[in-house]
């Protein structure tokens, strides 16, 4: 995923009249025996789901929270960076460790690994479009083969105490073709205890439209919980995709980047029916800040200063200057500049906003 597409919708759509949250939604939600306190879950994301990233997420209620994609290979060869992307803490439990790879015995050695490194959940990922994933038949690669997806889901179970799950796409190409119905009832009879869907096929790759008709009949077709997922930049794309699918939960991926607030606030429309207003510019900087600083902690100076580099562009999409200040920031490993850049870029804009303000009110006056 490139930084340019995460984040949250520049122009937040505003709804005429909030529908309300469907019966049932606020309730919490049992994966194999584990028990999350709402349906609003983090997806795993390469490059950005780190601890730092799933702190501020879990901070604004996410009801799960989820590693970056580990390779089963890696695992098993004890990859020293491989296991650094499972370090978790126990502040943000449940967590979800997700593996890819497309050899079940292997598959099963690293679900084992997984279990021993703390994860609640260990996910199956038949996802992935990158073609560096798929070709070694890994990733959304297993939509065009429902039995090895069965064989490898069966082996996860096998080796392990915790519940598995998959995250899957509509199809590999259309969904007539490779029936998103028949591999979910495969990854289901082979002990899956919950299923993903992202709403497009691998060739969509992430853009065109969710089908919202494929999740539907997935969930129509299994008893498992399922999770929607897929383009939910909004509360109102989140709304849109409870009120079609009638799916268990939401699975909330880029939409989440550089924008924590679309847990709490949607947490908020389902206990009281009302939804929060986005936030505002002195919201959006001291969580920028926050998430710098929780980047430098965990990762140190170079690796907080490179991650900056993704997350930022989600803080400031659609804000005037945000461009330029991003280019700055590119050139620099000294995170004190980086902070230095992105509190004057937050406080010159509140500046001209209050400016503008005033020149109104004389105005009008």
């Not at 943000?92 to 994860?119: C, N, R, Y």
């Not at 002195?282 to 993704?310: C, D, I, P, Q, T």
Request: hydrophobic share 45%; charged share 25%.
């Amino acid at each position: 995923m490139r930084p340019e597409e995460a984040g949250p919708s520049v122009n937040e759509e505003r709804l005429e009249a909030v529908p309300p949250p469907p019966a049932g939604f606020d309730a919490p939600l049992d994966i194999g025996g584990v028990k999350l306190e709402n349906r609003l879950v983090m997806a795993p994301m390469a490059g950005y789901t780190n601890l730092p990233f799933r702190t501020l997420v879990k901070a604004h209620g996410a009801g799960m929270v989820a590693t970056e994609m580990v390779s089963s290979q890696a695992l098993v060869r004890r990859h020293k960076k491989t296991y650094d992307l499972m370090r978790n803490d126990a502040a943000e439990k449940p967590v979800s460790i997700q593996l890819f790879g497309a050899d079940p015995a292997q598959m099963g050695e690293a679900a084992a690994i997984v279990e021993e490194a703390g994860a609640d959940i260990v996910d199956l990922n038949c996802g992935c479009p990158v073609k560096k994933i798929t070709k070694n038949q890994a990733g959304s690669s297993l939509l065009r083969y429902p039995e090895r997806a069965h064989e490898i889901v069966s082996a996860m179970v096998r080796a392990v105490r915790i519940p598995v799950t998959v995250k899957m796409r509509t199809g590999w190409d259309t969904v007539e073709r490779n029936s998103a119905e028949v591999f979910a009832r495969a990854v289901e009879d082979a002990g899956a205890k919950a299923i993903t869907v992202h709403g497009r096929t691998r060739q969509a790759m992430f853009s065109g439209a969710v089908d919202l008709d494929a999740i539907a009949r997935v969930k129509r077709a299994v008893r498992v919980p399922v999770l929607g997922n897929g383009s939910i930049l909004s509360p109102q794309d989140a709304i849109a995709m409870i009120r079609r699918t009638g799916v268990d939960a939401l699975m909330i991926g880029r939409g989440a980047v550089g924008n924590p607030w679309i847990f709490s606030r949607l947490l908020h429309w389902l206990k009281t029916g009302e939804l929060p207003a986005p936030p505002g510019l002195a919201e959006k900087k001291n969580m920028a800040l926050r998430h710098l600083g929780l980047l430098r902690e965990v990762l140190g100076e170079r690796l907080a200063a490179f991650h900056s580099r993704k997350h930022l562009p989600a803080y400031t999409k659609g804000l005037r200057g945000g461009s330029a200040m991003r280019e700055r920031v590119n050139r620099t490993e000294d995170m004190d500049a980086v902070l230095r850049e992105v509190e004057a870029f937050f406080d010159n804009l509140a500046l001209r906003s209050r400016m503008i303000r005033a020149g109104e009110s004389a105005h009008a006056a």
